[in-house]
């Protein structure tokens, strides 16, 4: 029992020095040699615990609790890179623990760049992106400033005028444009959306002034301070995001044998892997990145979450309760 | 330290208010008047996280503001540590209410946000609730340690618990709730950032605070009630690994991660 505190003892304090050295170095901390002496003993002591103390096998609360630990630690190990490095050396199971691919749209590929190397290992089957896109919450505000700091939010919606005030005048969207560019027609500035790969988000507005004369203003999403001199108004927009969506399909044998939507809390699972929605082409939306991770060991890891929730809420709660019912 | 002019501001002055009176009529031997005053506080804390969730439209508890908006309505776990576990410490929960909800009223950023993409998850609300609720558990039981600490023990006609016993019993409530949090927190990971455990400072400091409630129960169950100070330093220190969990963390620049957003 003693040892047991003093492992618990001395995992707070490790938890709390990993906390202090940031996740990447902890990640590194926690899986080398020495800890993982630490982590091996920490199983070995629950399960000479749970052999050793009757208490733990005949209460089953204590016994779900301890034996759920050791599958977390067990399945933890074994889904670990130390873990991976051993399944290939004794069973020859040569499989990726995680890394990055980036896939064009419309195109399809099976190389996955291992995490923290530049080395690129294949998948059994390829993934093919169909479309990439990025949803924005609606309504998306314009925000409007004076000089003297008087402030104003409107919905940008294209054509519809809003009043502002009576020395202000009323503001109106005309335009919303994805990529903007700046052409040169008869030696005047030209503003035109370009279907090209790109992006330049902005918005043409309209500003009419008291007495009837109108101006026009360009705000940029990309350069929110961009503002001219002679400019009445200080205005900017920005959208934000609500999801990034990858329209991915598997295809294994030149057939197309899964299909997903992708998104932040919606991965894919097949054949062993998990690909999450990690990154994207932030200048054109051309590609997506996804994370592609090993399942290896995550479903003890699962067991053992079930067990020690269910172990914890039986021992402190439920038979408690149960118990008051019986007398 | 910012005064806010508004319907939200207001209702977190007047559950402030309401509590405060409730404490100063409690210690003034009125407990039926400190009692109705409490239960009005209550009423002004659920209205008030009301109207911040149809004001923002999602379950608010995203960031520092809204959690502890969401802690200031400590009514319901007071009653049930009283008329359950048999617990005191009904006019200490009025202030423990005062001190969740100055930050929220006087410090952070009211500021609605909408939520980013990996906080869309149907975990969101069980995953935070569940925290908050067992953080609330677990004042409580610190409070009750002090009292074990100081020697104040209940008074013989009020059938509660002596403070030991007590925090035992209110931690016994509250960590489970912490597990479930800390493992719903994990499978969330998962699902959203790819991994169960990202070894992410916030996610290294809550299981530090789990690790000490863990270590309360192997001592308690070696030396039982010998050594009532030390199971109650117990307690307080894993509190104080709550207390740096749920601000330090992020409010800290030397703890930047994933949990970042939640400020």
């Not at chain 1, 104003?152 to 919606?157: L, Y």
């Not at chain 2, 048999?86 to 946000?113: C, H, K, T, W």
């Not at chain 2, 980013?116 to 149907?122: D, E, F, I, T």
């Not at chain 2, 006609?157 to 709730?177: H, M, N, Q």
């Amino acid at each position: 029992m003693w040892v047991g505190l003093l492992l618990i003892i001395v995992l707070i304090v490790l938890s709390i020095y990993g906390a202090f050295i940031g996740a990447e170095r902890a990640e590194q901390f926690f899986n080398r040699p020495p800890l993982v002496v630490y982590w091996t003993a920490l199983a070995m002591l629950l399960i000479i615990g749970i052999a050793a103390f009757r208490r733990l096998l005949r209460v089953p609360g204590l016994l779900l609790i301890h034996a759920g630990c050791v599958l977390i630690l067990i399945g933890g190990m074994w889904g670990s890179r130390a873990g991976h490095g051993l399944q290939k050396r004794l069973f020859g199971i040569d499989k990726i623990r995680s890394g990055r691919m980036a896939i064009y749209e419309g195109s399809s590929d099976n190389h996955v760049t291992l995490n923290g190397t530049r080395e690129q290992k294949k998948l059994p089957f390829s993934l093919k992106l169909k479309d990439f896109r990025i949803e924005y919450y609606q309504p998306v505000y314009l925000r409007i400033q004076t000089r003297q700091g008087r402030q104003w939010k409107v919905p940008v919606e294209v054509g519809k005028e809003f009043p502002l005030s009576e020395e202000a005048g009323t503001i109106k969207i005309v335009k919303e444009y994805e990529n903007l560019k700046i052409g040169m027609e008869e030696g005047k500035s030209v503003f035109f959306d370009d279907p090209s790969p790109g992006s330049n988000p902005a918005l043409e507005v309209q500003i009419t002034e008291p007495g009837g004369q109108t101006s026009t203003q360009y705000v940029f999403e990309l350069f929110p301070g961009h503002s001219h001199g002679q400019d009445k108004f200080l205005l900017r927009y920005h959208r934000v995001i609500s999801d990034y969506i990858s329209e991915l399909q598997i295809i294994e044998g030149g057939k197309v044998v899964a299909e997903k939507d992708i998104e932040v809390n919606h991965p894919l699972r097949f054949g062993g892997y998990h690909f999450y929605q990690s990154s994207y082409d932030d200048k054109a939306g051309q590609y997506t990145v996804l994370q592609v991770v090993s399942d290896t060991g995550l479903y003890v890891v699962y067991a053992g979450y079930w067990m020690l929730c269910l172990g914890v809420i039986w021992h402190m709660w439920l038979r408690h309760i149960f118990s008051r019912f019986k007398t | 330290m910012e005064i806010k002019y508004t319907i939200q501001g207001l209702l977190i002055y007047m559950t402030i208010a309401a509590y405060l009176l409730a404490f100063v009529t409690t210690v003034l031997r009125r407990p039926k008047a400190g009692h109705a005053l409490y239960l009005l506080g209550f009423a002004i804390a659920v209205c008030a996280f009301g109207y911040r969730w149809y004001h923002v439209r999602h379950v608010p508890l995203q960031n520092l503001f809204e959690v502890f908006l969401c802690l200031g309505m400590i009514y319901p776990v007071s009653l049930f540590c009283r008329r359950v576990l048999r617990v005191g410490g009904y006019s200490a929960d009025m202030l423990i209410g005062v001190i969740v909800l100055s930050p929220a009223g006087f410090i952070f950023n009211a500021e609605p946000q909408q939520l980013p993409p990996a906080l869309q998850s149907w975990l969101f609300t069980p995953h935070v609730a569940v925290y908050m609720l067992s953080y609330i558990f677990m004042a409580k039981a610190t409070f009750q340690a002090i009292c074990q600490l100081a020697g104040k023990n209940p008074k013989p006609g009020e059938k509660l618990l002596p403070p030991e016993e007590a925090t035992y019993r209110i931690i016994c409530v509250g960590f489970p709730l912490l597990t479930l949090g800390l493992i719903l927190g994990s499978y969330w990971g998962k699902l959203a950032w790819s991994d169960y455990w990202g070894w992410d400072p916030k996610e290294l400091w809550s299981l530090a605070s789990w690790l000490v409630f863990l270590g309360y129960f192997h001592f308690r169950y070696m030396f039982g009630k010998k050594h009532p100070r030390i199971n109650s330093l117990w307690a307080i220190a894993g509190t104080a690994t709550i207390i740096i969990t749920l601000l330090w963390v992020n409010l800290s620049r030397i703890f930047s991660g994933l949990h970042s957003y939640a400020t």
